[in-house]
């Protein structure tokens, strides 16, 4: 009895060995590289997102401001329509700045300064 429980010691000891050491004879460089996830293709909007050498260009959300109008009216003037509008980049106050996207992929860029706008 004594000798058929030292064998089973022997042997589970043995077994626990082998899993102490799971990388024995395997090198470091077999290890498979650590995933990343993959980029993301769109913004929280639901626009498509641009890349710059992988790096994510961030992107604005667009806000109406108090000029917005103005801005649509003098990108109008210079041919630039289309997209969501005018979009206020600045904090709101007594100087504003404002975006926009033109139907040819051009930006046109506006600053107020106390309701008077002009083209930047």
């Known amino acids: 009895m004594k000798r058929s429980l030292v064998l089973l010691l022997c042997c589970t000891s043995l077994l626990s ?4 050491m799971p990388t024995l004879g395997k090198s470091a460089d077999t290890q498979p590289a650590p995933r990343k996830p993959a980029p993301r293709t769109t913004a ?20 109406a401001g108090v000029s917005s109008a103005t801005v649509e009216s ?18 709101p106050g007594p100087v504003e700045i ?16 106390l309701k008077q706008c002009k083209a930047m």
């Open 17 to 20: 060995a082998c899993s102490w």
């Open 44 to 63: 929280d909007d639901g626009t498509p997102l641009g890349y710059v050498d992988g790096v994510e260009i961030q992107k604005v959300p667009f806000r």
């Open 74 to 91: 003098l990108a109008k003037q210079q041919g630039c329509t289309g997209g969501w509008g005018a979009g206020l980049v600045s904090e």
């Open 98 to 113: 404002y975006r926009m996207t033109c139907e040819n992929g051009k930006v046109f860029m506006a600053k107020c300064e």
